[in-house]
């Protein structure tokens, strides 16, 4: 039996969010369905935040309700607070992430909170989803957790404070966020490993993004101490505002191309995950698609391991 690792595609929410153009309903749920019939166990699919403020996201509830209807796959919705929380729990979604910035900074910039209020926020959450009849995964996901672009240098030991928080709200896992990009490998393991000691299994995720070419290296680091579910999005979808052409998370295919290599299982079928780009090149024509394995096609000594 090989080792398994859980690869949640975030393309259709932290890809588009940062998208020049808005891909259409219709070819964003069969991008959707295709990544489920790749393998893809997790989809972040949208979120319900305001459309005045992210009008890609704006047909969030017809997604998840369309999405939630795919057999085999995970269906995760963002909100930044609870009455977006409850939407996702009305449209169906088999986990809800809230992001909580670990900076004091992008905390204000994002959710006009301070980290506090934002983890009394994720308490409210947490108590009005275990009173439905109906359950909800709750992920808390911590932005900014390895630097800042408005702050700098975020400490280990506000990260800490935000996941000892986030455990005590009682939510199911934690992820930590290199929301921008700026976390190298040794950094990865260093604050990974203290946020295991304090709160153990219930960091489950890394979020990356490959700002600085870094993404993948950084992946391994977090594989090496431990983590087994990650974040990435197809063709590298989306980029971030603090860095012009970069690509945004980590490739999902090169991350899959490495974790298959190595011999851990996905569960996602290589081939039918790069014809996934297909949709991408149709529903967004001038974005700027990512990743070593699309170039240069699945090499001849790649094959999965037994
Ligand atoms: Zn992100």
Redesign the pocket.
């Known amino acids: 039996m090989r080792e398994k690792v859980t690869v949640c595609e975030?393309g259709p929410r932290?890809g588009l969010q940062m998208a020049k153009s808005r891909m259409q309903t219709e070819i964003k749920s069969a991008w959707i369905a295709a990544m489920a019939g790749a393998g893809l166990p997790e989809i972040e699919v949208g979120s319900f935040v305001s459309p005045k403020v992210i009008p890609q996201m704006a047909d969030t509830d017809i997604v998840v309700r369309a999405a939630v209807k795919l057999q085999g796959v995970i269906i995760v919705a963002l909100a930044p607070n609870l009455r977006g929380a409850q939407n996702a729990y009305e449209a169906g979604a088999h986990r809800v992430s809230v992001p909580v910035s670990v900076s004091e900074g992008h905390s204000r910039a994002n959710l006009n909170r301070s980290p506090a209020e934002q983890v009394a926020e994720v308490a409210r959450v947490v108590e009005w989803v275990r009173a439905q009849p109906r359950q909800m995964e709750i992920e808390a996901a911590c932005?900014t957790a390895f630097g800042c672009s408005i702050d700098g240098a975020v400490p280990t030991a506000a990260v800490l404070t935000v996941a000892n928080g986030l455990a005590a709200a009682g939510v199911d896992m934690v992820t930590l966020?290199?929301?921008v990009g700026y976390a190298h490998p040794a950094q990865i393991r260093d604050v990974v490993r203290a946020v295991q000691a304090e709160i153990g299994s219930k960091l489950d995720g890394l979020?990356l993004?490959d700002t600085m070419g870094l993404g993948i290296a950084n992946a391994l680091a977090g594989l090496e101490v431990g983590v087994r579910n990650f974040?990435a999005a197809l063709a590298g979808l989306?980029g971030c505002p603090f860095a012009p052409g970069a690509s945004?998370?980590i490739v999902t295919e090169d991350l899959v191309f490495m974790l298959e290599s190595m011999g851990f299982d996905t569960g996602i079928d290589l081939d039918k995950l790069l014809a996934c780009r297909r949709y991408l090149a149709e529903g967004l024509p001038n974005e700027g698609l990512h990743g070593g394995l699309a170039q240069a096609g699945i090499p001849k000594t790649f094959r999965v391991a037994a």
Do not use: F, I, M, W
């Open positions: 975030v932290d932005s966020a290199d929301t979020h993004h974040d989306g945004g998370n």
